[in-house]
């Protein structure tokens, strides 16, 4: 590869960025979909977050007001004394520095060149990565150099260290327990209310013998080794970890020190070569080449790669995080992000990987059904926030405000009820691309049937216009909380119901067995759906789809232009109370309609005429935003506003746009910018027997190319600009 083609698979950081730290953790995040390990340092600094996050793992600390993703003890640990000096990047002098994130093979590097303060010259290369092959195996590598005159004294000092909290020092174990047994480290604990157990095993391998001291703390084994190297000389120290926890064995500490054992004697370069190859494959499905535009290319694929590190590989009972396992925005909690967002790629290029995430969905239909019977309904309710039980786990109030210290109530948990069908949508996509009447029937039209059954439990009838509504909704645009008909969740349930009913047909016709078992299951009313699929009240206002009701008569006009440049949201600007009565909208809400159903909705004139009414006003207060607004943009004709709202989505996170990736990557605006790509500029569409594309290419876009599996059959597609 020339260099000219390795920039667009690396993400470097050179010279060193001190007061960046948080932003590059989360950008330079490696993972496996297991595991998620934020890049920070080996050596640890004061304001750095070292984060390790398990899939899955979550606790709900007795005293906080929802379950979280745990911090895992801290691997990294690494720290190295040369003569006594400890090597920091704060400290002496960095005489050279390159980071570099190598997203095709999904490998972190480090280079540096460090003076130490008594001006010892240390050459130092770092990398890291987390296996995509065997996701339970983790593994470290320093090279050790040093330059200077003389023999030098070095000591590595290496922990699993457990004292690592969550944000707000949130302590989840209800115990650790270290041991360290000369060059082997051994941590497990429990947490303390959901009761997973969780064990690491660590090993570290020298090519230089010398001395071993334990260097344990309280929850934290870790031990040193000190030898010699004279000028020039190198050293090579290889850290492999094991993580396992009862989410994927009975024997957590048994399967961690066996999964331990394997590794080593399979050896840091086999497991490389391994990893690299399984992201080899990876990439073979899910890259998008781009010619003709570096910038798109990279970015283009750093949302890929993101997507990637945080798919589950074989669990199907943990989703993807709307901040993956990159950090702890949102706690890990999985939203509509995933079904809408994420997974259209997956079912496109990996549907395997798409199935998983709709089967998590699926074991979580029992708590669907609780929150519905909780709330005086019927079916499946599925939760606006999402963990490992699948009950709702919105936060009913934010953290206070850090200046006025107030607090507002989240209604988002009790209103944003669109997202059943969201996960219908997901469900149907999947069947519709894939093909896979099987797993539908033993499972996707379940999903179908009861999310449609709880709609015809909640939608409201009013006689005097004879048409059903849904009062008290909270659409994409969470600016106007508990509005009436939102007409993009009541456009949704009509499509949805409509859609139950031809699956109940098809199901009859096709596999009658499977339709009884679903009706003495289920509570189907077709007559009913239908009723509510043909008078759900879709309201058109002044020629376009009113958002909700009254957005046009009782909302303020609002000039959102003046306030450019802006990086805060327009809530945080102008406060919670206000931001509701002004007609300003936080993210793509009609124009996700738009996405979604495109020419069900309406002509070409209708299309444009409800573009022009919202875009203005749009201020993409959520990162799901504009890769949303330049797939419409491209579908629309409207190449430049389209080209320019999707480099913004697709850098969004490398250039920390929202200055606020230290919690985490954006993870739906990256499975968004993928779909902006493949529906919008290319125009791909796939019907049940056809796919057609519809290309509206930038202009200097020379070539796109890529794959997609429909109904089981691989399809390369390629695009030429003329
Ligand atoms: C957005 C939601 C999204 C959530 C998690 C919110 O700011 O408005 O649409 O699901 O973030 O990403």
């Given at each position: 590869m020339n260099s000219y083609e390795l920039r667009q698979w690396q993400i470097k950081e050179a010279p060193f960025r001190p007061f960046d730290l948080a932003h590059t953790e989360t950008i330079l995040t490696i993972g496996n979909g297991l595991v998620g390990v934020r890049g920070s340092f080996e050596e640890g600094y004061p304001t750095d977050s070292p984060t390790t996050l398990l899939a899955g793992i979550f606790n709900h600390k007795a005293g906080t007001l929802v379950p979280e993703l745990v911090s895992m003890p801290n691997w990294l640990s690494l720290t190295i004394h040369v003569n006594g000096e400890a090597f920091r990047l704060d400290q002496g002098r960095i005489l050279g520095y390159e980071r570099v994130l190598n997203m095709k093979t999904g490998i972190l590097t480090r280079g540096v060149l460090w003076l130490s303060p008594n001006r010892t010259i240390l050459r130092l290369a770092f990398e890291r990565f987390t296996s995509l092959a065997n996701p339970h195996i983790l593994a470290l590598r320093v090279l050790i150099q040093p330059l200077s005159e003389g023999q030098h004294q070095l000591r590595m000092t290496s922990a699993l260290d457990g004292r690592i909290l969550n944000?707000?020092?949130?302590?989840?174990?209800?115990n650790l327990h270290g041991e360290v047994s000369q060059d082997q480290l051994f941590i497990n604990g429990t947490t303390d209310q959901s009761g997973y157990h969780v064990a690491m095993a660590a090993q570290l391998l020298s090519t230089h013998s010398g001395e071993w001291a334990d260097e344990s703390n309280p929850r934290c084994p870790a031990h040193s080794l000190t030898f010699q190297l004279n000028q020039n000389e190198k050293a090579t120290i290889t850290k492999l970890v094991s993580i396992h926890s009862s989410r994927d064995t009975d024997d957590p500490i048994t399967a961690a020190r066996t999964t331990l054992e394997q590794a080593v004697e399979v050896g840091y370069d086999k497991l490389k070569l391994d990893h690299e190859s399984a992201w080899y494959d990876y990439w073979d499905q899910m890259d998008i080449v781009i010619e003709g535009d570096e910038v798109a290319q990279r970015a283009v694929r750093f949302c890929t790669y993101h997507l990637l590190i945080a798919t589950p590989q074989y669990d199907e009972r943990v989703s993807i995080a709307a901040k993956s396992l990159s950090g702890f925005g949102y706690k890990g909690h999985v939203f509509w992000d995933t079904e809408f967002f994420m997974l259209p790629p997956l079912t496109l290029a990996m549907p395997e990987a798409a199935r998983r995430l709709l089967m998590y969905r699926y074991h979580n239909l029992d708590g669907a059904r609780k929150k519905a019977r909780a709330n005086g309904y019927e079916g499946a309710m599925f939760p606006w926030e999402s963990t490992d039980t699948g009950e709702e786990t919105t936060p009913q109030w934010t953290d206070p405000h850090p200046v006025t210290g107030e607090r507002i109530r989240i209604w988002t948990g009790d209103n944003e009820q669109h997202i059943s069908s969201d996960i219908a949508y997901a469900v149907l996509q999947f069947w519709q691309w894939t093909g896979d009447d099987a797993w539908f029937v033993q499972y996707g039209a379940e999903i179908v049937l009861d999310t449609a059954v709880f709609w015809a439990s909640r939608a409201e009838y009013n006689a005097e216009y004879d048409r059903y509504e849904l009062r008290q909704q909270i659409g994409?645009?969470?600016?106007?909380?508990?509005?009436?008909?939102?007409v993009f969740t009541n456009r949704l349930v009509a499509w949805h119901m409509q859609q139950a009913l031809n699956v109940l047909d098809w199901l009859h016709q096709n596999h009658p067995q499977a339709a009884q078992r679903l009706e003495a299951q289920l509570n189907i009313q077709p007559q009913k759906w239908q009723d509510i699929a043909q008078k759900m009240w879709i309201n058109v206002n002044q020629g376009v789809l009113e958002q909700f009701e009254g957005f046009f008569d009782r909302l303020q006009p609002f000039n959102l232009y003046d306030y450019t440049p802006r990086t805060a949201n327009m809530d945080w600007i102008l406060g919670h109370e206000k931001t509701q009565r002004v007609r300003v909208i936080k993210q793509a809400d009609v124009v996700m309609l738009m996405a979604i159903l495109w020419d069900e909705l309406g002509d070409h004139d209708f299309l444009m005429r409800n573009w022009e009414t919202y875009y203005p006003v749009v201020d993409h207060g959520s990162s799901l935003s504009p890769s949303i607004h330049a797939w419409v943009a491209a579908r629309l004709g409207l190449l430049r506003e389209a080209y320019d709202l999707f480099i913004y989505a697709a850098t969004i996170d490398l250039e920390d746009h929202k200055g606020n990736v230290r919690d985490g990557i954006h993870a739906a605006c990256c499975g968004g910018v993928w779909q902006a790509v493949v529906f919008g500029f290319c125009g791909l569409k796939l019907r049940d027997n056809e796919i057609t594309l519809d290309p509206m290419l930038?202009?200097?876009?020379?070539r796109v190319a890529f794959k997609v599996v429909h109904q089981g059959r691989i399809i390369p597609i390629e695009i030429t600009n003329t």
């Open positions: 944000p707000g020092n949130v302590d989840h174990w209800a994409p645009d969470e600016y106007h909380e508990n509005v009436d008909n939102s930038p202009k200097h876009w020379r």
